[in-house]
């Protein structure tokens, strides 16, 4: 049973994760963090930039230790980034400490979401439809172990939060 006072969203990059984190949090008035903004805030630097000048590994073990801290606190709701489930240790943390919620959406809905994709290392190179799709498939089962999973493609923010708050309801 997961620790029922965090709320974390898992999900592919521009699936909505930090907008929804948000909406979500004052919805349920709780502290909202963004994983990504955090790890910024701590390096100085945007994950582009630590991206760029550092390499993934660097990014990802700040993401790892940033996550673990973050994890030791209750009552949050917590965007994270697209790569986080990832690594198993990441993955287990979740799903002990947090009701986790994967949010989906098709590869139409994130390509017209990540707009020129400049902010998303990942993203870069001539076909971004088939980079999309092949992360999509290599996370696809790490995505799926979510204790709920809300397909965002044909909702409005408002619609996606309501979801949420049920589930998170039931979970009580
Ligand atoms: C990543 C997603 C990004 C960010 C980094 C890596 C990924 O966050 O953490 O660029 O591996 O999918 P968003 O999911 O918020 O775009």
Do not use: W
Request: glycine share 6%.
């Amino acid at each position: 049973m997961p620790d029922l006072h965090n709320i974390a969203l898992i999900g592919f990059m521009a699936v909505g994760k930090s907008a929804v984190g948000r909406n979500l949090a004052k919805r349920l008035s709780r502290r909202f963090v963004d994983l990504d903004r955090m790890i910024e805030k701590r390096s100085g630097l945007k994950v582009r930039e630590i991206f760029e000048s550092k390499g993934e590994p660097y990014f990802r073990e700040l993401e790892k230790q940033t996550l673990a801290e973050l994890l030791q606190q209750q009552d949050h709701v917590i965007a994270t980034g697209g790569g986080v489930v990832m690594d198993d240790e990441n993955l287990r943390l979740l799903k002990d400490k947090t009701i986790l919620v994967c949010l989906t959406a098709s590869t139409d809905a994130i390509l017209a979401r990540v707009g020129s994709g400049a902010k998303r290392p990942l993203l870069r190179g001539p076909n971004r439809r088939e980079r999309i799709e092949e992360l999509l498939n290599l996370r696809a089962e790490k995505y799926a172990q979510a204790h709920v999973t809300i397909d965002t493609s044909n909702l409005t923010l408002e619609q996606v939060v309501d979801q949420i708050v049920t589930a998170v309801d039931n979970f009580q």
